[in-house]
Structure formats: structure tokens, C-alpha cells
């Protein structure tokens, strides 16, 4: 999700490194995938998994590429900027700034030696010392147009994201105490079906009381967005330990049930319907392109760092698998929650209370503790995408009217709908197809032409993508633009068959 890791000065090993990017990535999309792979079948669920999780790593190593290009354009300018500061102090009173400083660091190159700016720094000259943020790559290297696209993308995807958060918590606290005091105290996983009608307490209906919640995580959480709230380190730990130990026994528990000869599940091989949310689930489930500078610039050694990033795709890949295969073998399709934890407060599944209410209430501890993250970062992208350089904001535009703007749309996607399928379906088949295929593919083009202006045709980044060819980015944009087409199409024959 969105938001940085660490602070840019704290170094950690590769390995480390390796830790947080999979925390990053194996999140709340990894929650709906067990419905989204029941709805769309296992065999076509497998290969479109695999081939996202592909696609993904390639467009990762496409930012850490752009990203190295972004740290030697940055490197050259001050040592450029060094330079004509000492011929400043040489020359004499007569010459003026504007005859020597250049605009354009490009005009520049061409007046420079290349080739001996490329000596002096070649070893280091592309080395990820300094975080530089999507936003800032997208000033270096598009035009103003493509900036403007890049920030209407990943503000779209931080609505999306905000609005899952939003539905989840108020989904699960729903769940687990109207089924905790009717009748059916441990129904919740075991195929009741219930509607939003159906009664929670007393006269209050279950949709009363999704909103109800709704409101009281708004009232509760919806403050931060006025301030400014830092990610601290042990509820990184605390959080990335509750994950684990939530994934892990979610999959024992499956293992168990299906060894005992009580599995339900049998989910057929291929269903096309469903593609559209698998398809939308994967790419979230995938996504961590927008916080790679935070990521990536503490490693210490980056040497061999895109076969530390393919380590984590497939160990991501497997686990994403396991979660899912067993989830759809051990509950019939049509009991499959939306949130899988929900399925695991069944007392025939796990007769231990503590653990039917933990796997219940896991996405509120987690999601409640990045909800303010997001919502911060979200305005913050509001503020910077109409930003005049030298200009400030009015006080009730800075800290009224921007907060107002990032909390009031989700929270209102999530008072009309709280299917979560969709919702992370949606923002994954759109705004996340942006981020995670058509704007790392735009950055590294740009970042190659940049380059090779900058420091000449046979300048080598040390962080190339083995993805090199021209071909990749082709076949990357080709796909983003085929998805967005497929998703519209299957969204519009969908409705006009209800």
C-alpha cells in the first residue's frame, strides 16, 4: 500500500528488504483472492496468477531501472551545478549567472565532456543512494500532460484503496456481532445466507449495522486525515506479526479440515464470468510499483537486487496458491465469504473462541493502522498535483478543504455498496492496471531517452531491467491498454444481461 517504510537515512540488508516488500504486497487483496479463484475456476485462476505475478515483476524492475536513471540524472546536476559554481569563483566580475547557468540540463550535456562527468562518476553513477517517489520520477521524465495523467491514476487507485478499507472494517465487525447475538452464534461461515435486511439486533437490520460501524470508523479514524500521522516502527512489527500468524492459521485450519475428509469445495476448472474480478483481485494483490522508492533505496547492498525482488514474486506467488487451493477445496464456492477470514468463525471450522474472533475482527486491528497512511498520503498527492511552484495554500484550503476532499468520496462509495469483490476488482482493473503496467512502462522508456541524452548512447545503468528490449515495453503497454478495453467490455455485457 501506499506510504513510505522507512525513513530515506535507515539502511537494512537485501534480505530485510526482502521481508518488507512481501508485508507490502501480501495485504488485504490477498483476502478476496479465495472467492475471486472459486468464482473464476482453479485452472484458469493458477495461469492468470502466475502470468500477473510475471507481469508485475517485470514492471518492478522497469521502476527500480527508472529509479537508478532518476539518481544519476540528480548525481550529474550537482556535480554540474558544483562545477559551475567553482568557474563562477574563477571568472571574472563581468560574466553574469545567466550567461553561465543553463536552464535546460539537456543544453547542458551538450556543452559538457560527457564522457568525462561519465569517468568520474561511472562506478557510482547510477547507485540508488537517494528515495525518489513516482511523483517526482513522473516530474523528471514526462511532460506536464503525462505528470497530470500520472497523478489522476494513482488518486483514483487511493480512492479505491480507501473505500475497500472503509467497507472492510464495518464488513467484518457486521459479520461477527450480529451472528454473536442471534441464534446462530457461530453461523457465519457455515453457507446462512443472509441479506442486508435480515435482523442484527433487535429492530436494527444487518445494513443498520454496517453503517452504524461505518460511521463510528469514520468518526474514529477519519480525523488523521486533518493531520499529519507517521507509520512508527512496532506497529509495523506488531501489524506484520498479526498477518502471519493470521495467513498461517487460515491455512492450517484448511489443511486440517481437507485431511480429515471434510472438505466441500469443488471448484470446476474454468468459469469466464469471473475473470473480471480475479483479473482486478490479482493485479491488487500484486501491487507494490508505487512504494518501491521506499523500499528499495535503505537496501544496503542492491548488487543483486531484481533476483531478491523474483525471490519475493515467487515466494508470493506459492503462497498466494496455497491460501487460495486450499480455501477453495476446504468451503463450497457458495459459502466463500468475500473477506476468507469470515469463514473461520464457524465453531464447526475452530471451536476456540479466541481464534474464531481473531481470523473475524483481523482485518479491523490491520486495515484500521493503514487507513490514516493512505488517507495522509492520498492528500498529500491532492496538495502536490495543484501546487504552483512558490505558492501557498490558504488556511482552510491546506487543512480543510484537501482532507474533506480525500475522506468524504470513499466513505460514500463504502455507505452505498460493501461488496468488497468488486470494489477490489474495480480499482484493481483500473487504476491499478495504471500503476502496476502503463506508468512503469512509460517511466522506463523516458528514463532509456533521458539517459542516453544525458550520458550518451554507451552509458550502461547499472540497474538495467534483464527485461531490456523495446519489445517488453510494447508488449507491457499493449496488455495494459487490452485490459482496460476487456474489463470495460465485461463490465457493460455484464449489465446488460441483468
Known amino acids: 500500500m501506499a506510504g513510505g517504510i522507512t525513513d530515506t537515512g535507515e539502511l537494512y540488508s537485501p534480505y530485510v528488504g526482502l521481508v518488507y516488500m512481501f508485508n507490502l504486497i501480501v495485504g488485504t487483496g490477498a483476502l478476496t483472492m479465495p472467492k475471486a479463484f472459486a468464482t473464476a475456476g482453479w485452472l484458469v485462476s493458477l495461469v492468470l496468477l502466475m502470468f500477473l505475478g510475471f507481469m508485475s515483476y517485470m514492471t518492478t524492475t522497469f521502476v527500480v531501472e527508472a529509479m537508478a536513471a532518476a539518481n544519476a540524472q540528480l548525481r550529474w546536476k550537482r556535480m554540474e551545478k558544483r562545477k559551475e559554481d567553482d568557474e563562477d569563483e574563477d571568472s571574472s566580475s563581468g560574466v553574469s549567472d545567466s550567461d553561465v547557468l543553463l536552464q535546460d540540463g539537456y543544453e547542458r550535456a551538450e556543452t559538457r565532456p560527457i564522457l568525462s562527468v561519465q569517468r568520474r562518476g561511472s562506478p557510482n553513477i547510477f547507485e540508488i543512494t537517494e528515495r525518489v517517489e513516482m511523483g ?20 483514483i487507485y487511493l480512492y479505491g484503496d480507501l473505500a475497500i478499507y472503509a467497507a472492510a472494517v464495518p464488513v467484518s465487525l457486521m459479520q461477527v456481532t450480529c451472528s454473536a447475538t442471534d441464534n446462530h452464534s457461530c453461523s457465519v461461515g ?85 475473470i473480471r474480478n480475479l483479473f482486478g483481485v490479482c493485479v491488487y494483490s500484486f501491487m507494490c510499483q508505487h512504494s518501491l522508492p521506499s523500499l528499495i533505496t535503505p537496501i544496503s547492498k542492491k548488487k543483486h537486487v531484481n533476483k531478491l525482488v523474483l525471490l519475493d514474486y515467487i515466494l508470493i506467488l506459492a503462497f ?36 474464531r474472533y481473531f481470523l473475524g475482527l483481523f482485518p479491523v486491528f490491520t486495515i484500521s493502522t493503514n487507513f490514516p497512511i493512505i488517507a495522509v498520503t492520498l492528500r498529500n498527492n491532492w496538495k502536490t498535483l495543484f501546487h504552483r511552484e512558490g505558492g501557498t495554500y490558504p488556511w482552510v484550503v491546506d487543512r480543510i478543504v484537501f ?3 480525500t475522506l468524504i468520496p470513499p466513505v460514500l462509495v463504502a455507505f452505498c455498496t460493501h461488496d468488497l469483490e468488486s470494489l477490489v476488482g474495480i480499482t484493481g482493473a483500473y487504476a491499478g492496471n ?23 548512447s554507451g552509458t550502461v545503468n547499472k540497474h ?17 491498454f487490452s485490459c482496460f478495453v476487456f474489463v470495460t467490455a465485461n463490465i457493460v455485457l455484464s449489465e446488460s444481461k441483468l
Open 320 to 355: 498466494y496458491s496455497l491460501l487460495s487451493f486450499t480455501a477453495i477445496y476446504c468451503f463450497r464456492n457458495d459459502t466463500l465469504m468475500d473477506m476468507y477470514t469470515l469463514n473461520f468463525t464457524n465453531c464447526e471450522i475452530i471451536n476456540v473462541a479466541f481464534i
Open 464 to 480: 538495467l531491467s534483464p527485461f531490456r528490449h523495446t519489445f517488453w515495453i510494447v508488449f507491457v503497454l499493449i496488455w495494459g
Open 190 to 274: 457455515d453457507g446462512t445466507k443472509y441479506n442486508d435486511t435480515d435482523k442484527c439486533w433487535g429492530p436494527i437490520r444487518r445494513i443498520d449495522a454496517y453503517r452504524l460501524y461505518l460511521a463510528a470508523f469514520t468518526l474514529l479514524l477519519g480525523p488523521f486525515t486533518f493531520f499529519n500521522v507517521q507509520k512508527t516502527k512496532y506497529l509495523q512489527i506488531i501489524t506484520s506479526l498479526m498477518r502471519w500468524i493470521a495467513f498461517i492459521l487460515m491455512i492450517i485450519l484448511a489443511l486440517i479440515r481437507i485431511s480429515k475428509g471434510q472438505a466441500e469445495g469443488h471448484p470446476s476448472m474454468a468459469q469466464l464470468s469471473g
Open 403 to 405: 482532507p474533506a476532499i
Open 136 to 155: 517526482q520520477m513522473a516530474s523528471m521524465f514526462f511532460n506536464k500532460v503525462g505528470v497530470n495523467l500520472f497523478y489522476f491514476c494513482i488518486i
Open 434 to 456: 495504471g500503476i502496476q503496467y502503463l506508468i512503469p512502462a512509460f517511466l522506463v522508456y523516458c528514463s532509456r531517452k533521458d539517459t542516453q541524452l544525458v550520458f550518451g
